[in-house]
């Protein structure tokens, strides 16, 4: 049985209307928004609509620069370090494609690495001549951090780490990678778009200097949202590959100058709408305990993966040393898709990790797509074993 941790669940579920609706087991894809991030995102569409677009942002001005002061409160940096963008991917790639790599230049990143990440990470080796190498994981499935100091050195321009990565409970070591990446004066950018809203993030503590997250998982603000934390004096180092009239100024016909600040990474045009919702998710987040936030959503997925274990033909895949709240499974003899719409068909919310998005961690243990539940810290025991009752028989 879950352990009483200090959260509120009939707090959290009152305040989330669709938990009157669904069991939602799919955090890791969207989580339920709770009603004061909707209301804000459709009370301000109705004014844009009632005195112009142009108009309710001028209004909503020091709302909207609360944004970033709740942002970074949430991760523990200044608000000029905050960048505000359309999601994850795209904070990521403004930071990484910031980055001048030449012939020789090694970026190290790890098997776990999300989809999107790899695929700019190939892309600009193959653009540059820079050089990805994949740092062993340990006997956990985690970054080996002992092969990580082994391969830092001064070719090295760049660790990228996936904190939580998206197809398995994994938790890596992100201090520990950032003490050595501070140590050796290498830049350290962090996706933390699963760990955002469901672990404590502190940049200082870990050690990045450049973390991606988004709005719609974890954190439970609206979709195209997300955020980049880049710190003050890397920022200014880099160029981001897009600019325009936000991210820079024109002060003579022939010359530009990109702005100071980390909005340097963002652009002119933006939903002030999904925005306010994504400072209203942040303010509620922070309203909550975030080791208690972190202890349930802990507890529930170590349940689960109890619960799902005793089940004949059902075999759970996640691997780490520290383990969050994704849970990945197989049904013998039922594909994972199939296992999904089955438990779409009772109401409960999961979703497939692909094997194909995921060629250097699935594909390279020999697993096939895999079912993906993720808990959050208003979902119950009761959901978990409604989840379970749901399942179909192995074949």
């Not at 989809?115 to 006997?139: C, F, K, M, P, Y």
């Not at 002992?146 to 904190?163: F, G, N, P, S, Y």
Request: overall charge negative.
């Amino acid at each position: 049985m879950l352990r009483q941790a200090a959260i509120d669940v009939v707090r959290a579920r009152r305040e989330t209307p669709g938990c009157a609706n669904v069991t939602h087991l799919n955090n890791a894809g969207a989580a339920l928004p709770p009603a004061v991030v909707t209301d804000t995102a459709v009370a301000y569409l109705r004014r844009e609509a009632e005195i112009g677009g142009y108009e309710a942002a001028a209004e909503a001005a020091e709302r909207v620069e609360d944004v970033y002061r709740s942002l970074a409160r949430l991760v523990g940096c200044a608000p000029d370090e905050i960048a505000v963008v359309e999601n994850a991917t795209r904070a990521w790639d403004m930071a990484f494609y910031g980055f001048a790599f030449r012939p020789g230049d090694r970026i190290l990143t790890t098997r776990a690495e999300y989809a999107s990440n790899v695929i700019a990470l190939l892309q600009v080796s193959r653009r540059t001549g820079a050089v990805v190498e994949l740092v062993d994981d340990d006997e956990h499935g985690q970054i080996d951090v002992a092969d990580l100091a082994r391969r830092l050195d001064d070719t090295v321009k760049l660790v990228a780490l996936t904190h939580v990565p998206t197809s398995g409970g994994l938790v890596n070591p992100a201090a520990e990678v950032g003490r050595l990446t501070r140590a050796a004066g290498v830049p350290f950018l962090l996706d933390a778009c699963q760990s955002v809203g469901q672990l404590p993030i502190d940049v200082e503590q870990i050690g990045c200097d450049l973390l991606s997250a988004t709005g719609r998982k974890f954190l439970r603000a609206p979709r195209g949202t997300g955020f980049l934390y880049a710190r003050r004096a890397l920022a200014q180092q880099l160029e981001p590959p897009l600019l325009d009239l936000h991210s820079a100024s024109w002060p003579a016909p022939d010359r530009y100058e990109i702005r100071p600040d980390a909005r340097r990474f963002e652009n002119w045009e933006t939903n002030y709408a999904a925005k306010l919702g994504l400072g209203a998710a942040a303010d509620y987040a922070l309203s909550w305990d975030a080791e208690a936030v972190t202890e349930r959503i802990t507890a529930l997925a170590t349940g689960l993966r109890e619960r799902l274990a005793e089940r004949p033909g059902v075999s759970v895949h996640d691997r780490g040393a520290r383990l969050g709240g994704i849970v990945t499974f197989t049904v013998a003899g039922v594909e994972a898709a199939e296992v999904q719409r089955t438990l779409r068909a009772a109401g409960i919310n999961t979703s497939v990790s692909a094997a194909d998005y995921a060629q250097w961690h699935l594909r390279s243990r020999g697993l096939p797509d895999v079912v993906r539940a993720s808990v959050h810290y208003y979902n119950t025991e009761e959901e978990l074993d409604l989840l379970c009752r749901h399942l179909p028989t192995a074949r």
